[in-house]
Every structure is written in structure tokens, then in C-alpha cells.
């Protein structure tokens, strides 16, 4: 039977790197991570309507942190939450990844490689400041991945990742703005913007420590 334990150096690295975020949020140190974090949010609502049906019109990403995906067909009810889990799991798998896998450099080529292309294909107006933001960034992860080390990838794999997680948890409290995801919900299948942000909120929180748990977690040999 296969034994896992606890990698209690890598936990207290993550938590101090989620402090670190959590009284940044707000500074221009991440505004680059927090503007790539709506770029997850708005992927996640395309990607909802895509997998019921639908396709992506265009990704607006806006310097206030905005932003807005706009889609036709799908199913509402599956695009709406589509945002923070899109969030989430993007978040989760880059700090799984960057935590167990000794291919990081590889894993930020692949990433700016596909957000270069989704830029292109996608965010609008061109040009915008959501449209050359995505360009710049996409570029400079590139470069990363070309010319940093492994350590410095690995760094910023784990940054990226417990910032987009964590994003959710942050924002959903703005759900008593009248355009928000969690006003559109309540509109749709009733309730009210707070209760859907409340069941959002906890599921995002949830979900941040699962992934937490899994990024810390190694294989024990039993030889």
C-alpha cells in the first residue's frame, strides 16, 4: 500500500507565499497576477460555454481588473460559475504541477505558448490595454522559460498558481455589484447574489486548501 506524507517545508513556503499575496493584492507588485487571474476567469466562462454547446465572441480584460467574456450559446447556468472555477482549477494545477514536477520550465513555455495563441485569437480590442497586456505577458513567460532557472520557474509556476486560486476567494465578495457573476445567477435560478456568493466563496475556499494539501503531499518508498 503506497504511503504519502507530508512535505511541511514546501506547506510553510506556500502559506507564507498566500500572506504575501493576500496583503499585496491591492499593490502595483501584482498587478501583472492579478490582471493574468481575470484572464483564468474569463477563459473559465468561455470554456463553460464551449463544453455546453456554445463558442467564445471575444475576452476583454480591463486595467481596473475587469473584465467580461463574451460568449453565444452554451448554458448559463454552467457559464456563470464557469469563472471561479476556471480560477481555481487553473490556480490548482499550476501549483500541483510547479510542486511535483521537475519540468517547470517546460510547463511556463507551454502556458505563454497557449496564452500567446488565445490572445490572438481572442481578447479584444486591438489594440487595447487587454490585448497588449496578455501579449507582454504571455512573452515574458516565455522568456522565463527560455532563459531563467528552474528554481525562478518553479518560483513564479507557484506564484501564478496560488494567486489565480486564491482570486476567487478574494473576489467573490463583490457580489453585490448589479453585473456580477453571482447577480446574473440569482436572476437565473433564483436565490439571492449573496447566497450563491456565499456557496462560491466557500467552495473556492475549500478547493484552495485541497490543492494546498495536494501540492505538499510526496510519495514515501517502502523499500
Known amino acids: 500500500m503506497e504511503k504519502f506524507n507530508t512535505n511541511y517545508r514546501e506547506l510553510g513556503y506556500l502559506l507564507a507565499l498566500t500572506i504575501i499575496v493576500y496583503f499585496l493584492r491591492d499593490s502595483i507588485f501584482l498587478f501583472p497576477l492579478w490582471r493574468l487571474g481575470t484572464l483564468f476567469h474569463e477563459l473559465g466562462h468561455g470554456i463553460g460555454a464551449v463544453l455546453t454547446g456554445g463558442s467564445i465572441r471575444e475576452i476583454q480584460i480591463?486595467?481596473?481588473?475587469?473584465?467580461?467574456?463574451?460568449?453565444?450559446g452554451g448554458w448559463r447556468f454552467v457559464t456563470l460559475p464557469a469563472g471561479y472555477l476556471g480560477n481555481m482549477l487553473v490556480g490548482g494545477m499550476l501549483?500541483?504541477?510547479?510542486?511535483?514536477?521537475?519540468?517547470?520550465?517546460?510547463?511556463?513555455?507551454?502556458?505563454?505558448?497557449?496564452?500567446?495563441?488565445?490572445?490572438?485569437?481572442?481578447?479584444r480590442p486591438?489594440?487595447?490595454?487587454?490585448?497588449?497586456?496578455?501579449?507582454?505577458?504571455?512573452?515574458a513567460i516565455i522568456a522565463l522559460s527560455s532563459y531563467a532557472?528552474?528554481?525562478?520557474?518553479?518560483?513564479?509556476?507557484?506564484?501564478?498558481?496560488?494567486?489565480?486560486?486564491?482570486?476567487?476567494?478574494?473576489h467573490l465578495p463583490n457580489y453585490a455589484n448589479p453585473i456580477s457573476d453571482a447577480t446574473k445567477f440569482s436572476e437565473l435560478l433564483g436565490g439571492t447574489?449573496?447566497?450563491?456568493?456565499?456557496?462560491?466563496?466557500?467552495?473556492?475556499?475549500?478547493?484552495?486548501?485541497?490543492?494546498?494539501?495536494i501540492a505538499t503531499r510526496y510519495k514515501v518508498s517502502n523499500e
Open 62 to 72: 480591463n486595467y481596473d481588473g475587469g473584465g467580461l467574456c463574451k460568449t453565444t
Open 95 to 123: 501549483m500541483c504541477w510547479a510542486a511535483h514536477s521537475k519540468q517547470d520550465r517546460k510547463i511556463m513555455r507551454y502556458l505563454g505558448i497557449f496564452l500567446l495563441i488565445f490572445t490572438f485569437a481572442y481578447v
Open 126 to 139: 486591438v489594440p487595447g490595454f487587454g490585448f497588449l497586456f496578455c501579449i507582454l505577458t504571455s512573452t
Open 149 to 170: 532557472s528552474q528554481k525562478i520557474n518553479d518560483f513564479f509556476l507557484k506564484i501564478i498558481g496560488l494567486n489565480s486560486s486564491l482570486q476567487a476567494v478574494f
Open 193 to 213: 447574489p449573496f447566497f450563491w456568493a456565499t456557496v462560491w466563496w466557500i467552495t473556492a475556499l475549500v478547493a484552495s486548501f485541497y490543492f494546498l494539501y
